[in-house]
């Protein structure tokens, strides 16, 4: 089993939403701080969302009041709902781990009109 997989990423216009998930090898995910990262175009990956239980730890100042990261322990799945989204939420987004763990193929997120 991948330690991680990435899904629900697709080609949406400006102020559209789209909801990312990321199931994740149980061992993995129970005692962990779960993230959110966006490699865009010719980027270093940065940092989007963070969870640890069910606690919010941080948002990008960017997508803070449009982003919304959440988990469901029993499916071993983190979320993250992307509302109003806007053409610089464009990139990969991948999951992981705090600490990190190998990283998953990500899945691709692409606003334009």
């Known amino acids: 089993q991948a330690q991680l997989e990435e899904s629900g990423g697709g080609l949406v216009q400006p102020g559209g939403s789209l909801r990312l998930s990321c199931v994740v090898n149980r061992n993995i995910f129970r005692s962990s701080t779960m993230a959110w990262y966006r490699q865009a175009p010719g980027k270093e990956r940065v940092l989007v969302a963070r969870?640890?239980?069910?606690?919010?730890?941080y948002y990008l100042d960017s997508v803070k009041g449009r982003f919304t990261i959440s988990r469901d322990n029993d499916k071993y799945t983190v979320y993250l709902q992307m509302n109003t989204l806007k053409p610089d939420d464009t990139g990969v987004y991948y999951c992981n781990a705090d600490p990190l763990v190998p990283w998953g193929q990500g899945t691709q997120v692409t606003v334009s009109s």
């Open positions: 969870i640890a239980g069910f606690n919010v730890l």
